[in-house]
């Protein structure tokens, strides 16, 4: 079943032409066929994330394997369902039905991981831009089941950074121990996650919120919800966080950069009883916790935590805070010529909140 209208036998794709790089290429490709529950979607937005950066570099060194040249990235996309595969027919999406792909596009939704709850770490996942098609595409399939509903009155545009960055500060938060009135810390509080961390922790949940990153994200920092900001590179930071809390530190630390250096500092933030939340992925070699003494864990009660997104549900609860405007994107929109720029950029450090590729334009 598909929408009116014929679909095009080809479409425009950015595909990763030499992993290792920063490159970008447009490409041409066969309009896909969605196979057995599956729905095809006519992507018109796609988020930006550090993580595409990792992928398209080769720089994580956790990967299990390297990404191949000719991988179309991205795993932030929003668009309408044009076209339903066999046996789709009960299922709870349609033909014109807005829906996002996220990083997790698809779960076998069987394994011990999926039965308990926890399909971001699906035994049996696939990945949205690494050796699964991602989203810096205008059309892809997706699994019926698993493409997440776009809330009606919610802006594309604004809705795909929600699909990663959003569900995945959302889900670190939760996962904190964190409650209403607690200050938590924010490393990387400007960035495209610590932005929406900001907003969601301060407007959502009633957390106070120190932010902490360079002294040019301040503004942006402090509009989202920062009570608290501290410029990293002055080198005081515990000492501040000490003094804002009461000489206490903070009920739970999460680490929205990918800096080891974020993580070294990270303990000495936190409170007895605290949780430090480990979120961004340092590119390069692997590297421990460099402070996190068990000696200092065990005396203090405190507990390291992992997340990488969120579930399902906590994907559409942060789609629905989005729509009621409790946490908004601030991003910039490119189109598919200006990808290898943005990433650039975003190399450099130089991005403040979230860039979103325009994928009509």
């Known amino acids: 079943m598909a929408a009116n209208g014929e679909l095009p036998k080809k479409y425009k794709a950015i595909v990763y032409d030499e992993p290792g790089k920063v490159s970008t290429k447009i490409v041409d490709l066969d309009m896909p066929e969605p196979g057995a529950g599956e729905v095809l979607i006519n992507l018109t937005h796609s988020g930006v994330c550090h993580s595409d950066l990792g992928v398209m570099t080769n720089r994580w060194a956790g990967l299990p394997a390297p990404t191949q040249p000719g991988q179309v990235g991205g795993h932030e996309g929003v668009g309408k369902i044009v076209k339903m595969g066999a046996g789709t027919e009960n299922s709870n999406v349609k033909v014109g039905d807005r829906v996002g792909i996220k990083w997790i596009s698809a779960i076998c939704d069987s394994c011990p991981a999926c039965l308990a709850g926890h399909d971001g770490v699906c035994f049996n996942q696939k990945v949205s831009g690494y050796y699964t098609p991602g989203t810096f595409q205008q059309y892809v399939c997706g699994p019926a089941n698993y493409v997440t509903p776009i809330p009606e009155s919610l802006p594309s545009d604004a809705a795909a950074p929600m699909l990663c960055a959003g569900v995945t500060v959302y889900s670190a938060l939760r996962k904190s121990g964190a409650q209403a009135g607690d200050w938590v810390v924010l490393l990387g509080a400007g960035g495209g996650l610590g932005h929406l961390a900001c907003q969601i922790a301060s407007r959502g949940m009633g957390l106070r919120v120190i932010g902490i990153d360079a002294g040019n994200k301040k503004d942006l920092a402090t509009e989202c919800g920062a009570e608290v900001f501290i410029d990293h590179t002055q080198g005081k930071a515990e000492e501040e966080v000490k003094k804002a809390t009461g000489g206490l530190g903070a009920q739970a630390v999460l680490v929205l950069t990918a800096a080891n250096g974020a993580y070294a ?64 994107t601030h991003f910039t929109t490119c189109n598919m010529e200006e990808l290898t720029k943005t990433f650039e950029e975003m190399d450099r450090g130089e991005l403040k909140g979230r860039v979103v590729l325009d994928l009509a334009a």
């Open 265 to 328: 500092s990270a303990m000495g933030l936190l409170k007895f009883g605290g949780t430090l939340v480990c979120v961004g992925l340092p590119e390069g070699e692997l590297k421990a916790i460099a402070t996190a003494y068990p000696q200092f864990l065990v005396a203090k009660a405190q507990r390291i935590v992992g997340v990488a997104v969120g579930n399902r549900k906590e994907a559409i609860e942060t789609l629905e805070m989005a729509e009621r405007g409790i946490v908004k």
